[in-house]
């Protein structure tokens, strides 16, 4: 592992909005903050929103900057990355943002039942052929269900056609109710039901499909806990830009 990592690693060791627990706490249900992240690491009773895939975080800090009536914990595997967003709440003493180094995978044994209020997803991997991976589809929403209240939120944020049609095809067949749905957010943001200042805050992924001409879609949905969910069985065209290298300047 290279020096500027390990520089990295170490200063979150000892920054306090960072949590990771060792996979053996976490495999013998022993996580400290599960059902406790409210009152431990924001002493508040505030939502309680994650953002899946923070990367350097990004959308945490913008949320938890303008809306302070809500707690942010960032999730991501990769802890370089966060470093970023956990410098700048530190340096900022931001008191509502937090970053937990994890795997989505394990969100049951970092949360309890009914913990999370809401979710965001932004610009995730549309995991075109691993179903099981895609953060929209059926596996993972049944485990979104095991810690989010139910009809609870869960915001995506993508520039994937491939990604967007296929949630609005789960949330069409599952009856899911669709709070907001643009193909085009910034064409259509000030038409949208959407909290001031929302349309400010941009990812560094987001910044990047912008200035290739790409447009962000949006979605917003509710979770129920009842019914099984079921998986969408249509064609989609693959997203065929993805492979471009990111600095290319065109489509
Ligand atoms: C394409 S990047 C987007 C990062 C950020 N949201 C942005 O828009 O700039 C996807 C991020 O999701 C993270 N990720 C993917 N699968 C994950 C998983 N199962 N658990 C935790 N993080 C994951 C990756 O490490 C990566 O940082």
Same mark, same amino acid.
């Not at 996580?31 to 059902?35: D, N, T």
């Not at 610009?123 to 995991?127: G, Y």
């Not at 039901?193 to 400010?200: A, I, Q, S």
């Given at each position: 592992m290279g020096k500027n990592k390990l520089k990295k690693f170490a200063e979150m060791d000892t920054m306090q909005c960072v949590y990771q627990f060792p996979y053996q706490t976490l495999a013998e249900g022993a996580?400290?903050?599960? !059902?406790h992240w409210r009152e431990l690491a924001f002493h508040n009773d505030r939502p309680l929103v994650l953002e899946l895939g923070?990367?350097? !975080?990004e959308y945490a800090v913008g949320l938890g900057q303008r809306f302070p009536e809500c707690n942010y914990v960032g999730i991501d595997v990769k802890g370089a990355r966060m470093w970023t967003g956990a410098k700048q709440v530190t340096e900022m003493g931001l008191p509502n943002v937090a970053f937990l180094r994890t795997d989505i995978d394990l969100l049951d044994r970092l949360f309890a039942p009914d913990e999370v209020d809401e979710l965001w997803i932004t610009?995730?991997?549309?995991?075109m052929k691993k179903v099981n991976k895609r953060l929209t589809g059926t596996r993972m929403l049944n485990g979104y269900r095991r810690v989010l209240r139910d009809g609870g939120l869960v915001n995506l944020k993508t520039d994937s056609p491939f990604l967007y049609t296929y949630t609005r095809e789960m949330a069409r067949l599952n009856n899911l109710p669709v709070l907001i749905d643009t193909d085009d957010l910034y064409r259509d943001g000030d038409s949208l039901?959407?909290?001031? !200042?929302?349309?400010?805050i941009k990812t560094y992924y987001e910044r990047q499909w912008l200035a290739r001409g790409l447009t962000i879609k949006y979605l917003r949905l509710a979770l129920p806990h009842r019914g099984d969910l079921a998986e969408p069985d249509i064609d989609i065209p693959l997203d065929t830009y993805r492979s471009f290298h990111r600095n290319q300047p065109s489509l």
């Open positions: 996580c400290p903050l599960r !059902g923070c990367g350097k !975080g610009f995730a991997d549309p995991q039901d959407l909290p001031d !200042g929302l349309l400010d």
